[in-house]
Structure formats: C-alpha cells, structure tokens
C-alpha cells in the first residue's frame, strides 16, 4: 500500500512538474497579450485574488484580501510608499499635530467627490471612523482606530460613537483628537477604515449596503462592477470621478479568485492571468526569472511557548535550548522555498530604521537568535538537570495547513536528532482549535505568529502582561514599564522609542520568551512588463492601483 | 391505489423526521467547535468577541438559539454568513449551487452511460482481453482521486494541446467539459462494475437460454433482456452518487476555479460559520432523503419483486 502511494505520488508530482517545466520553458506567450497595444484600445489588467472577498465594507475588512479589493475602491486621507511613508492622498497635506500631541488637525481636497458625483467631506469621514467602533456595526477591525480617543471605550459599549475624538470643523478640516501622542499617526490615519463614507447612501441601502456592487459607492480609483456577494471573479472599472482620474492608466482591472497555484501558473502562462500569487516549489522554480517578485511582509512566524501552563517550560534554559536548537536558515531556504527569511530577534527586519543613523533592525539590533547546537545541547543538559529529568516531552501544536505541517514536522526533527532527551509530541489541528487552545494559554508548544502594525512597538507589546494575546502568560514588570514608555510617555521621540524597542527585544531573546523562526515573504509572478506598482509589506503585498504596463 | 397512499404518507414522515434529526443534532454538535466565527479573533479582545456575540446572536443561551434558529428556518430564514460578512446564507447557496448542480448532472449522465457500455461489453466479452480492459479501466477509475486525473486532464488538453480552457468558469459549456470528465470517472467506474457483474448473471440465467433457444439476436438478447435486469440493482447506487457529486468538489473546483458550493461546506466547518454548516447540512440531506425518497418510488416501479401489493 505504501509503495503504491509513493508511485502514485511520484506519478503525480513528475505530471505537474513536467506541465510546470513545459510552461516555463513556454513557447513565448507569456502573459503579455493584454500589455501594450494602440492607446485607443482599451487598457485592461488581469489580476488576481487568492481567495473570495469577505466583505467590500471599508469599515469592516480585516483580512489581506478584502483588504485589497478595497482599496481598489476607496480614497484614503494617506497612501502608504513602498518605504513605509505615509504621503498625502485625499488629505492635502501631513497632518497637524498640537504640542503636547494630542491633537491632530488635517485638511481635505475640495475637489474629491464619490462615483455618484456626490462631494467627500470631512464629516464624510467622521461617519466613517464613528460606524467602524459602533459596536453595531459589528466591525472586527474596531481595534485599530484605538488611537483615536474614546474609541476602545465605545468598542466595549461604555460611551455612545459621538464620542469617539474625531470632529469636522469645516466642510474640509477634520480635527481628531488621540488616546496618546501617537508616533505612527499618519500611518494610522492611511488606513480604509478612515476612507470616506456618504451617510445618505448607507442609510439608503440599509442593511443591503455593501453586500453587492451595486450597493456600493466609490471613493477612489476604480468603481467596482459584477461582484454579488460571493463570487470568484469580478472587474473595477476606472472611475471617472476620482480626483486623480489622470494618473489611473487601467481603464478596467479583472480579478480572478485563484486558490490552486498550479492552476494560477498555467493560466499565467497563457496570458490568461498579469498576475498571479505563488508559493512552495514554484517560487524556486521562477527564481532566477523576471516574472517572480517577492514581497517581504511584517509577518513573524514564532514557536509560542505556553510557558504559564506548563512548569517544565519555566526553566530558561529549557526555553534557550529550544531558541539555539533551530537551524533559520534551513527552514527559510529548504522548507519554506525561500517564502521567508530568519528571524533575527522579535521584532521584523524592514517595519523601520534607526533615526539617528538608518541602520535596520537586523543590523542595529544585531542577530540575536542563531543556531548553536553545542550551547543548546549543554543548556538542554543543564535543564534535565534542574527539573530532575531524563528526558522531557513536548506537545506542539500546529494548524493543519501545508507550510504548518511541513514546519512542524522540521521543528520536531530538528528538536529530537539535535537534543537528545526531548520528545516532540506533533498535533496538527484545524486553525480555530489552534487558537482556542493558545488562547485558553493551556499548550506546550504552538506554530504561531505576529502580525504587528507599522509600530516597532507592536511586536514587544504581544508579550505586554495584560495583552490579550499574550499567549505564554509571561509577566514581566520590565516589558510592562517599556510599553507603558512607548504608548504614554515616549511620544514623537523617535530616538527614545527606538532604544526602547531594542530593550524589549533584547529582553525576550534574553529570557526566551519566544522563538522567533522566520520573517514571511510573499510572492507573485507578475508580467514583467507591469510597472509602477507598489510593493507593501503590510496588508496589500502588490498595489497596481496605479500600475501602467510598458 | 390505497397502499400506495400509505406508502408514499409513511416515507414523507421518515423524511421530515430524518430532516428534523439531522437538523438538531448538526446544531448541537457544530455548537461544540472549539473557537469563534470570527476569522479576525487573533486580533480580538475577549470583550470584543463579547460584542459580536451579542450583535450576531450567539450570546444566548444554546437551547433558546436552537428554538430561535429552527423557527427561523421554518420561515426560510437561514441567517446570515459570518464568513462572507452579513450576506445572507441563501444568497451564498444560490450563487454557487448552480455550477455544482451542473457539473454534477452533467457528470452523473455522462459518467453512467460510459460506465454501462463498458460494462455491458465487459459481460458479453465475459473473461476475454477486453473484459480484462474494462476492468482495469474501472478498477483504475475508482481508484485513483479525481484530482489527480484532473491535473492530468488540464496538461494534456489545456496546458499541451490547447483544446479547451484551463480553468474559470462563464456558463460556457466548453467551460465544463474538463471538470465533468475529472467527476464523472468515479461513476463510470461503479456502473461499469455493477453492469458487470449483474450482466454476467442475467446471462447465464435460465430465462436468457431460454430466448436464445428460441433464436432471438444476440444483441436484441443483451439490451432488452440482459440490460434491464442488470439495471436494477445500479438504481439504488445512482441516487447517493448523483447527490453527492452534485454538491460539488472542493479539489475539482478549486483546480478549475468554478465558483461551486463544495469548497463553502469545508470552509464554513473550519471558520465556524454556523448558519452556513447548518443551511448545507439542511440542503444536502434535503437532496438525499429527497433522491432516495424518489429512488424506493422508482424501485417500486421497476422490480416487480418489491412492488407494494406484490406481483400482479
């Protein structure tokens, strides 16, 4: 039975790695039928989507994908550069900021409208930002409007929207007032939460808003067309309103959902598809070819330790053993195609620089996480003795998705051949069941991960003793005082957060709070004669809102 | 005339009572799904999940959800989906029923007429090399996964030769030649099987000498007589397979990017969207008591040996 599957299983791999080489080697129409063309004809993108939408609302989108769709739709008071910049859109100009920093005032184009020809205002987008904390709206994006004042407050029911710190104080000068002098405020600000919504349209449509295009109005560059709720496919079509209609060069973007990669590849080959997201043995096999463009994202793939419920992982040198013992590098490379790089220490390469001399995180920080296996063979030796032990077992617990699989199996073989002693216990269970068991903090260990915001300070903070998601319960008065700094005391002063960033990282590699693994990537094929998109590391990786083709 | 009133009144009440089981005990059990329906609750905050709780209804106790819920239902409100945010659980079934529904037709017909030919020529040429073929053929087909043969099929007709599109779906019928052909392997393989066998004993029964002893054609000998009997026993195995492949394929669907309903069953289990695990599970047991319902009618109608009333 065994021999039949490994041939089955090599019958199937040599058939789609032959469809793949005969693809790549092509016979030269590759994806470019769409590209080019007279200037009359009409300019159309094919593009896709790696999974259904869940909803159009800008109020309420929280995953990457709905997220994008989006912003194909709606203005935003910022755009987010390729180097981490907020730079003015709707918004004329950065924003205002009071002296004790707890004011902002900003002011709006005058010229921007909606699809429907309707004007945008700032009380447009005072709407907007009170409906995303409505508990009523149901939004599970609330969250991050908490930098504006009262808004956590209005989440949990305490205080009525109008309260939230956000106030028109003309037809275009908004006035929002924040929880904390904020550092990362204009980045805050870029997000679709913040995008206009018309108040007249919504009450109109009711509870049918957003639920098709035709519900739907648009503030930004492209009008949503043939999309009923559910749908794989779906096109934007240029909107003609847009206050920067001359920069939008697509007359027409076509999306299509694709959720098997081998399928995405043949019809990208075929000129089907500009465009289409990549992963595993594909990313190697585009690797040295134009089409492949990998996007670094702030995604930290961890090894979480439930170290409040189980006492063996209170020993440090258990935890030190556990961070020395991993080969990164093989495990970016080997395992995960190059989809990922190592994790240097806690917080991801890229999220910002030092002020003072523009240094990266992995340079200033330094490579606090490596491979050791003597120093963890002997802190492991070290361990069994403090705890009395022959040897130690351990449950891991990991989603039952491919990659999660895949990295699991490599950290229970690279824990097992590299420290004698340590048994690893491998559960792989649907994502939900993951979650519930690190959230109820009764696990050993669980393939986990982090995505912050554009603040440093989101990745110390997850380990912060009253977080929610503070899954191995560690409580410290060190990472307490350091959070409390960088959300109240520290402000604009880049330099002084910098420094405490470093500290908070310094100190979860010291006490191995956490196993940092990798840093996600993620990657596309994309017809190489697209230029002029924008690259992101959070939320949408490839923006071609304003993409041309050569 | 009476006896069938009884008869069709007593299966209409086994029907609504294996619905009304299935209904309840999909809720409870589903209700015991560790985690939350919201896709975001790494993000959320225990209040926060609180608040959606209660706009969404799940605040309350299981057993007054559970009188709400199938109150609701009787009304032909199934809810709404929390994975495709607020859109109504019929608007998702309604949208992508249709592409599985066709898909599966298509591939039931095709496959079982295939799958009988095969059959009926494996058991004229019973024990030949051609028998052997025919079995091989349908040993393979059901063996085999239909995503492998669906990748097969891509390369070969759509990647290599470019006969017919790689996937995507816009209600052509050349859009569905690739996924039918990938569905239907499984039934042509269990018709071939079935008629096989059946055929082989039909054939050497008593009453077929008997015809050929009387000179009838060969031919005339297989599909009147040997045929229709051997037809029987495949009825019974039709009516589960046809549901089955009509509520779609998660891995055919995905490989060709037709916009069907097997992917949402699997999702909505792995997010917790309650009302669309509860309105599939309706739909899809529905369809099969529904098809099995017709299937004992049918075989009332067919086989003289069970029919109500007995042989007339």
Known sequence: ?550 | MNKWIAFITKRLFYMVLTLFLITTLTFFLMNLLPGTPYQNQAKLSPTEIQVLNEKYGLGQPLGQRYVTYMGNILHGDFGISLQFSDQKVTTLIGSRIGPSLQLGIQAMIFGTFVGIILGSIAAVRHNTWIDTFCSTFAIVGRSVPNFVVAVVLQFVFAVSLRMLPIGLWDGSFKYTILPTLALSLSPMADASRFIRTEMIEVLGSDHIEFARAKGMSELRLVFTHGLRNALIPLVVVIGPMTVSLMTGSLVIENIFAVPGIGEQFTKSILTNDYSTIMAVTVLFSFLLVFVLFLMDILYQLIDPRVRIGGMK
């Open chain 1, 1 to 550: 039975m065994k021999k039949m599957k490994r041939i089955l299983a090599l019958a199937v791999s040599s058939v789609l790695a032959l469809g793949t080489m005969s693809a790549c080697t092509g016979t030269g129409t590759t994806g470019n039928e769409t590209g080019g063309g007279s200037s009359d004809a009409p300019k159309v993108l094919n593009w896709f989507a790696a999974g259904e939408v869940t909803t159009m609302d800008s109020g309420k989108t929280y995953d990457v994908i709905s997220q994008e769709q989006v912003t194909y739709q709606n203005d935003t008071l910022y755009l987010i550069d390729s180097s981490n910049k907020a730079v003015p859109s709707l918004a004329r100009e950065l924003p205002k900021i009071s002296d004790d920093g707890l004011t902002a005032t900003l002011t709006i184009r005058d010229d921007a409208k909606y699809s429907n020809g309707d004007p945008i205002t700032a009380a447009d987008i005072v709407y907007a930002a009170r409906r995303v904390v409505d508990p009523a709206t149901g939004s599970q994006s609330a969250e991050n409007l908490n930098f504006i004042k009262n808004a956590q407050d209005i989440v949990d029911g305490k205080l009525a929207p109008e309260e939230l710190g956000i106030k028109a104080t003309s037809d275009y000068d908004l006035e929002i007032t924040l929880s904390a002098p904020s550092a990362f405020l204009n980045t805050s600000l870029s997000t679709t939460l913040l995008s206009p919504v018309n108040q007249k349209f919504v009450e109109e449509k009711g509870d049918q808003y957003a639920l098709t295009a035709d519900n739907l109005l648009s503030s930004g560059p492209y009008i949503l067309k043939g999309w009923n709720g559910t749908d794989i496919s779906w096109k934007y079509e240029k909107n003609p309103n847009f206050w920067d209609a001359k920069d939008i060069y697509f007359d027409t973007i076509n999306i299509q959902v694709i959720k098997e990669v081998a399928t995405g590849v043949n019809l990208y080959e075929a000129g089907t598809l500009d465009g289409v997201a990549v992963t595993g043995d594909y990313v190697s096999l585009y690797r040295d070819k134009p089409d492949l463009v990998t996007v670094q994202t702030l995604r930290m793939t961890n090894l979480e330790m439930g170290i409040s419920s189980n006492p063996l992982l209170q020993n440090l040198n258990l935890r030190k053993a556990l961070l020395f013992a991993v080969d990164r590098d093989e495990l970016a490379k080997s395992i995960l195609n190059g989809d990922g790089s190592p994790a240097y220490g806690v917080v991801p390469n890229g999220i910002a620089t030092n002020p003072d001399n523009n240094k990266s995180i992995n340079d200033d920080f330094g490579k606090l996480v490596y491979t050791d296996i003597p120093e963890a063979q002997r802190l492991f030796a070290e361990a069994l003795k403090e705890l009395g032990k022959d040897s130690i077992t351990l449950r891991l617990v990991t989603s039952d998705s491919d990659e999660s699989i895949k990295v699991g199996q490599y950290l229970q073989s690279a824990y097992e051949t590299n420290l004698p002693g340590l048994k690893i216990d491998l559960a792989n269970v649907p994502a939900s069941v993951r979650f519930d068991e690190m959230m109820s903090f009764q696990f050993d260990l669980a393939l986990g991960g982090w995505t912050g915001e554009y603040d440093p300070a989101s990745y110390v903070k997850q380990f912060e003793a009253s977080f929610p998601h503070n899954h191995a319960q560690w409580k410290s008065q060190e990472i307490t005082d350091l959070i409390h700094s960088l959300e109240n005391t520290d402000g604009v002063d880049y330099p002084l957060r910098w420094k405490h960033v470093k500290e908070g990282n310094q100190y979860l590699i010291d006490n191995a709070v956490v196993v940092p693994l990798v840093q996600a990537a993620s990657s596309a094929l994309v017809n190489p004669k697209l230029k002029g998109y924008v690259t992101h590391v959070l939320n949408t990786p490839i923006d071609v809102t304003r993409a041309h083709f050569e």
